[in-house]
């Protein structure tokens, strides 16, 4: 372990060094990155006349008249992460703990207005980790992203864009579709999708593939078992609710599993989100209703969300208080011809937190949270988590919509409670610590059917954007 932490912080100064060099250039004045590095657009740096060498890798002309452009730049991400009795004492020990790591590189093509394409690449690793590891934290070298865009001439202020590749896809809050960030391996789908947008609204279309990720060398598969197809409506300057989200999902899986049995799923996905974010006041509340066919039997199952919160913006550390509850369907009988069983499609895997036990199936959980702004660019939170099943008679799931314990096994719903903190540094525009401690003491269902041991969680993450 200490000869991992040297290696560690060695690479951490030499970021650090190299961030240095960044903040220096004056590349700071920059627009701060996106969570989909796609949607970063360096068009305005064609006037401009310094000699910085990092703005030209974010803007390197091809042609004379500079419409023809070249953009790259990356992502570096170390993690070092510990467990005390890991699956609630389910699975092996580990002392000393385990190192994620993870690179990603893309390149984006610009010719003219019209014709764009978009190619990435993403190298995650796991270092020290006891037992095999999981796809999800270790795909040695693959292409995670290589789409082009073709714009269509359209009214003035308006783009309508046909979409062709594999790519991410992040809608709304990412209750339901998302990145993946938190995890060390980020999610990717192979998809065509059609997007409008005016100054509004925007809209987009797609029909898409997972991509399975696998943990060798560009061997990341085409996934033809599991089919997503969709729409997603954002209506902005809404008045009253500010801003709306209108949506379809579709989902087809040749093969799932949940508490109630295993079969072919075919989900329909039908929601609607509202919500605002401004200096003092912020909301975010969502409603889904899900039906289909799952192994012959009827789907019915929903959910309900509410996270809100009030910012002190006007006094001293900028305190904010918030509260986030959710209900989530589970099944409400076994063996019968219904499916109640919510499926969170492909959320975010750090739902509740980068420990990531449990995922957003089955559940009424309660969520209060303090954050505190201690100096411009350092930031305090804790929270807690009260979690228990919404049903007896379903399973307790995984991020991954996994089943980690059935629910036929015992009648009581206490999961747990989740305790946690963590400190943000945010030291420039390229560089990210974060430290946190999460604390999760086991519920009675827990105890009932596994070993039911409290968890304690520590992580440290530093990761440099470019």
């Known amino acids: 372990m200490e000869t991992r932490m040297i290696k560690t912080i060695g690479r951490v100064a030499g970021i650090s060094l190299f961030v240095l060099l960044f903040y220096y250039s004056d590349a700071q004045t920059l627009p701060a990155f996106k969570q989909l590095r796609y949607d ?47 699956n609630w004492g389910g699975s092996p020990a580990d002392k000393d703990g385990f190192i994620l790591t993870r690179y990603l590189a893309h ?143 579709g989902l087809e899986k040749k093969s799932a599993k949940f508490d109630d049995g295993a079969g072919r799923e075919l989900r329909h996905s039908i929601g609607s989100r509202i919500w605002l974010g401004k200096k003092y006041w912020r909301y975010d509340i969502e409603g889904l209703y899900q039906f289909g066919d799952f192994a012959g039997k009827k789907i019915d199952a929903w959910t309900l969300s509410v996270n809100t919160g009030y910012k002190f913006s006007d006094t001293r550390l900028k305190p904010e208080i918030g509260i986030k509850t959710e209900l989530i369907s589970g099944d409400a009988s076994s063996g019968d011809n219904k499916l109640q069983t919510f499926n969170p499609l492909f ?51 995984g991020p991954n919509v996994a089943m980690i314990y059935s629910g036929k096994n015992s009648t009581k719903k206490s999961i747990g409670q989740q305790y946690s903190t963590h400190l943000e540094y945010v030291p420039n525009s390229f560089l990210y610590f974060r430290y946190e401690c999460t604390w999760f003491k086991a519920g009675s269902f827990l105890k009932e059917v596994g070993p039911g041991k409290d968890i304690m969680f520590m992580a440290t993450t530093v990761q440099l954007k470019f």
């Open 107 to 249: 390149a984006d093509f610009h010719a003219g207005k019209n014709f764009r394409t978009f190619v990435q690449l993403q190298s995650s690793l796991a270092n020290g980790k006891v037992g095999p590891s999981s796809p999800v934290d270790e795909n040695q070298l693959d292409l995670h992203q290589a789409f082009v865009d073709v714009v269509l001439p359209f009214q003035h202020s308006q783009t309508l864009t046909m979409r062709l590749g594999r790519q991410e896809l992040l809608y709304g809050s990412q209750r339901l579709v998302a990145v993946r960030d938190g995890p060390n391996n980020r999610q990717s789908f192979d998809a065509a999708r059609l997007l409008y947008t005016n100054r509004s609204w925007k809209a987009d279309v797609f029909f898409s593939h997972s991509v399975q990720s696998r943990q060798m060398l560009f061997d990341d598969g085409f996934n033809k078992y599991t089919r997503f197809w969709g729409a997603y409506l954002v209506k902005n300057q809404v008045p009253f609710f500010s801003n709306i989200d209108v949506y379809y999902f």
């Open 40 to 86: 970063e657009d360096y068009f305005f740096l064609k006037n401009d006349s310094s000699s910085n060498w990092y703005k030209r890798t974010k803007f390197s002309a091809i042609s004379d008249d500079k419409n023809t452009w070249l953009s790259i730049g990356g992502d570096i991400r170390y993690q070092y992460l510990w467990f005390n009795n890991d």
């Open 347 to 397: 959320p975010r895997g750090g739902y509740f937190g980068l420990v990531s036990l449990i995922g957003p199936v089955n559940l009424f959980d309660v969520h209060p949270s303090f954050t505190l702004d201690l100096s411009r660019r350092l930031f305090f939170n804790m929270d807690c988590d009260i979690f228990s099943r919404y049903s007896r008679n379903d399973g307790l799931y």
